[in-house]
């Protein structure tokens, strides 16, 4: 799934390409892609119709079009890409992708605004948005560490209050969004921490360090548009990031870590895998379990 410097790339296209535009029409094909919107994908359609875009937006790995209605009442059209969600911005005439669930075009012309999703995970959705300017299903998401709103202190505080595993805490968005499992290892890697490590065991300026590394490696990936291990992701106009030639730890297991020369090592968690250097993060010691009560005879 894209993490946050994937749909940040997404967000920054779409934003030089539809940003000020009028739609003319929007077409949804299928009930999947509009599965969210309660009454269907030509009510969907009809209500797009006519509205201007003023601007792209994104929290963590949600991205949302802020819309102005022609009578001035502004919204949020969410698209979440899922698995395998593309945005692509193309000419009218571009042959159709075999996997085109949605289509924009605008006012004054091309290029018009495509939705393919291969394993139809991803959808749009219509939303109101709250007084900071987010959709109302988006509001349970945590600010992200590229965002204005985002308080790293707030976050350290919480998660130092926390008796469960380090990499765990990253992965909640209800905490901090937009770190996945692949900017997570890559963080917990650059600080030399092991993901099964209790919050609760590390000080303030460890876990600072750590989502220091989750703001710094994100920002390194969106300078080479983002991650791509297929050709699921790619930006607006097709092409992919190559930031997977730079990781130190996710997928690399049997190659000799960058700073130690250890083997990485894969293992499961949370029904996915983790990927760490064994000398670099050592596994936390085991928590010895408290003695049985004695029996009263």
């Known amino acids: 799934m894209p993490e946050l410097p994937e749909v940040e790339v997404v967000r920054r296209g779409l934003a030089d390409h539809v940003s000020g535009r009028t739609i003319e029409r ?3 094909r299928g009930q999947r892609v509009a599965r969210r919107h309660l009454p269907g994908p030509l009510d969907l359609a009809a209500r797009l119709e006519g509205n201007h875009v003023e601007e792209v937006r994104r929290r963590g790995k949600y991205l949302w079009l802020v819309l102005r209605s022609p009578d001035g009442h502004q919204q949020g059209l969410i698209a979440h890409l899922g698995m395998s969600g593309q945005l692509l911005v193309e000419p009218a005439a571009a042959a159709e992708e075999k996997h085109l669930h949605a289509r924009f075009t605008f006012s004054d012309g091309d290029p018009e605004l495509r939705f393919v ?4 995970f991803g ?8 007084p900071d300017g987010v959709p109302e299903p988006v509001a349970h998401i945590a600010p992200d560490p590229l965002e204005a709103a985002y308080d790293q202190v707030a976050v350290v505080r919480r998660m130092r209050t926390r008796d469960s595993a380090v990499k765990r805490a990253l992965l909640d968005q209800s905490l901090v969004s937009g770190v996945g499992n692949i900017y997570a290892d890559e963080a917990l890697w650059r600080a030399q921490v092991h993901g099964e490590r209790l919050c609760s065991s590390l ?3 460890a876990l600072s360090r750590i989502l220091d590394h ?3 490696v994100m920002l390194a990936a969106l300078g080479e548009g983002g991650t791509s291990f297929d050709a699921l992701y790619v930006n607006v106009n097709g092409a992919s990031g190559y930031f997977d030639r730079s990781l130190h730890a996710y997928g690399q297991e049997g190659r000799p870590c960058d700073r130690c020369g250890t083997l990485i090592r894969r293992e499961a968690f949370m029904n996915r895998s983790s990927f760490s250097c064994p000398r670099c993060q050592p596994r936390p ?3 010895p379990r408290p003695s049985p009560r004695p029996r009263r005879g």
């Open 285 to 287: 010691r085991p928590r």
């Open 203 to 205: 000080t303030k300026p």
């Open 26 to 28: 929007a077409e949804f």
């Open 123 to 130: 959808g749009m959705a219509l939303a109101e948005l709250t």
């Open 117 to 120: 999703d291969q394993r139809t």
């Open 214 to 216: 989750a703001r710094e």
